[in-house]
Each structure stands twice: as C-alpha cells, then as structure tokens.
C-alpha cells in the first residue's frame, strides 16, 4: 500500500505525481463501489461524540450519573436498563436535529457526480444522516409495494435516521418533531396504529394488547439488519459485475461486517487486472489483515481530495 500525504502534495514532486495516478485511476473508472463511514460528514455540520461541544457531552449534562462509553449508544443491549435507554433516545433527539440542519459535503457532491457520470455501481455507507437524500440520490431500499430494489443508488448499512418504525408492529413513521420532543425527554412516543388498534378491540369487547412504542429505524451493534439478506444479495450481485475501483472514505473500518464487504469487494476488483483499491481517511486503518487489501491510502480530509479528482473530472467532456 503506498501512503499519499496531501499536505505534502504541493510541496513534493513525487507525491504530487502519485496523486496524479490515483486521480487518473478514478477519471478511466466506469465501475466504482464506495464505501463511507462518519468521517464524510464531519465537515456537514454534525458535531462528533468526542468533543467538548460534542453531542454525548450535551446528554451527559442531562444525565449526569450515568456513565456510558460513545460506542454503547449504539448498543442494542442498552435497551436492558430504563436509565440507558432514556439516555439514547434523547441522544437520538440531538443527533436528529442536526442531521436536519446538516448539508451535504463535498464529499456526498463527490459521490453524486460520479452517479452522474454512469461511474458509480454503488455507494454502501454506514452512516445514518441520510445526507445523500438531500442531493436527490436513491436511498429506499424496499418500493412501495413491499419489494426489495435493485437499481437503489446508495445502501444504508445501519439504516436512516429519518424514519422511526414500532417496536411490535413494525408500522413505520417519519421523524416528525413532536416525536423528537417526546425523544428528548427520554422516553418513547407510542405507535398510533396500535393504539388505534387497541381503541377497536376495547370497543369490540376484547381484552387490552400491549401498545408498541416508536424507536429510530436504525441497525444497533448486536441486532440483526431487516434487510440483511437482501442486502448481501445486491452486493454479490455487484461483485459479479467485475467492479474496476473500490474506494473506500471516512472510516476506520472497525465493524466487523464492514470489513468483510471491504476485504471481499477489494479481492474482486483485483481480480481485474486494471483494478485499484483506495483508501481516503485521516488516519490508516491498523491490523494485518489489511496486507495487500488497499492500494493507495490518501491520508488526509477526504473532502479535500474528492475535490481534486472532481476538477479532473469536470475537465473530462
């Protein structure tokens, strides 16, 4: 793997021409898969966890006595205990108001310009934000008749943060705003279908059934993506269209099923004799079992860089 340091770029004639090659590769690209974490929207305006102005510090300042990692807020055990599940909800309340007031970056622009250009077979993300909506690209996995795409343009690995879904029926919602207000206090809005369906039975004469309430239709760590197998489907079915590029952005890949989409979409695209694996991130991903894995690594903002290559390619007719 051979490193590019942008901040070297403009000072050092060889990096500057292996920059040069990288952007090459994505200008002959006719197959590209993207792979996207956080660090494509930091610059969209969503605050991090870390942070002091972060959002998990504005939660622990309404609870102060609980003690719980960034990580676990994205712990499907964490509904166990009343305390920590009210700790995530309204950390999801927070998060959602921003993700409202959020804009694309360059990056999601990026993506958007190389579906525009026929270069993009697919973009798989493991973010929540739903930022790519706002540039008009397709997210819905299922249509309306209850069937599974296959021409969607971007996959949500963990799911959208723009609509909520009932813990018993599955009913879905949008986020509305009133539903963000009950969120913030830390507790649940009840599913308005099944509290219609009750308000039937009680008139009919039948017993009381238990009331679902509204959750964020996202994939926690430890649960099981609904649409797991149809989404292993559309990636095999990528994989068998002999992809040129893998460009992987704004991510660590410390998800173990990220990685193994990374490492399998990468034995694929190598398998093409003109294939390339990239890495755009601020820092390298660590372990052995990326030997061999990943071409180049720009090692720098991924936003900085999508704009080089998009001025090549604006320069391309």
Not at 92 to 119: C, D, N, V, W, Y
Not at 297 to 308: K, M, S, T, V
């Amino acid at each position: 793997m051979l490193t590019i340091d942008l901040n070297q770029a403009s000072r050092d004639l060889l990096t500057e021409r292996h920059l040069q090659t990288v952007t090459d590769v994505m200008l002959k690209a006719k197959k590209t898969i993207v792979v996207t974490g956080a660090g494509i929207s930091c610059s969209s305006g969503i605050p991090d966890f870390r942070s002091a102005d972060g959002l998990y510090n504005l939660v622990k300042k309404q609870y102060p006595k609980t003690v719980l990692k960034g990580k676990d807020l994205f712990d499907a055990n964490l509904f166990r205990d009343c305390t920590t599940t009210a700790v995530f909800y309204t950390f999801i309340s927070e998060l959602h108001a921003q993700t409202l007031k959020a804009k694309p970056s360059p990056t999601h622009h990026f993506i958007k310009m190389l579906s525009e250009r026929g270069k993009l077979l697919r973009c798989y993300t493991q973010n929540i934000d739903c930022l790519e909506e706002r540039l008009g690209m397709d997210t819905d996995l299922v249509c309306e008749k209850g069937k599974v795409k296959k021409d969607v343009n971007v996959v949500q690995l963990h799911g959208s943060l723009r609509k909520l879904k009932c813990t018993i029926c599955s009913e879905p919602y949008g986020f509305l705003t009133d539903y963000e207000k009950v969120f913030r206090e830390g507790e649940a809005p009840d599913c308005p279908k099944c509290e219609l369906n009750d308000v039937i039975r009680v008139a009919q004469g039948k017993r009381k059934v238990a009331t679902g309430t509204l959750r964020p239709d996202i994939v926690l760590y430890n649960e099981n993506h609904p649409f797991g197998e149809a989404i292993g489907r559309i990636q095999l079915n990528d994989l068998q269209k002999s992809p040129d590029v893998l460009l992987v952005m704004g991510t660590s890949l410390k998800v173990h099923g990220l990685r193994m989409l990374v490492r399998k979409a990468a034995k694929t695209v190598h398998n093409n004799k003109k294939g390339c694996v990239i890495l755009v991130n601020k820092t390298p991903v660590v372990g052995k079992e990326w030997d061999g894995v990943f071409d180049y690594f720009i090692e720098g903002e991924c936003d900085r860089w999508c704009h080089i290559v998009q001025d090549a390619l604006r320069k391309v007719k």
